[in-house]
């Protein structure tokens, strides 16, 4: 069983960066995979960034919206996964959300069993 808890969003300006966690709990954390999701009102949850367990490699996966402004990232000694998000743009306004499956990258959230709270995150123009 995993639990997760996000953390790190907030209110800024375009071109700003914030770094978003997520902490897990579970003593079995490093088998699994790790990804960021996004849902903007009145729109459905999409894909953000995956990354693999150690023994996959730590392979990451991003959607093309970020590419080369997101970067994922996973500490497994700390139980913790962070979104590093730069040049932020109001079309980032979404609430973030960490979520965990146990084997293969994947960018659909409905292959994904545990989630997050969620965490805000406002880009101002």
């Known amino acids: 069983q995993v639990q997760l808890v996000e953390s790190g969003g907030g209110l800024v300006q375009a071109g700003d960066s914030l770094r978003l966690s997520c902490a897990a709990s579970g003593r079995t954390f490093n088998n699994y995979v790790m990804g960021w999701f996004r849902q903007a009102p009145g729109k459905e949850r999409e894909f953000v960034a995956a990354?693999?367990?150690?023994?996959?490699?730590?392979?990451?996966m991003y959607a093309d919206s970020v590419t080369g402004r997101f970067t994922i990232s996973r500490d497994d000694a700390k139980n913790m996964v962070y979104l590093q998000m730069n040049s932020l743009q109001p079309e980032d306004t979404a609430v973030y959300y960490c979520?965990?499956?146990?084997?293969?990258?994947?960018?659909?959230?409905?292959?994904?069993?545990?989630w997050g709270q969620g965490t805000q995150v406002t880009v101002s123009s």
């Open positions: 990354i693999s367990d150690s023994w996959s490699g730590g392979s990451t």
């Open positions: 979520a965990a499956r146990r084997f293969g990258l994947a960018t659909t959230a409905k292959n994904y069993a545990y």
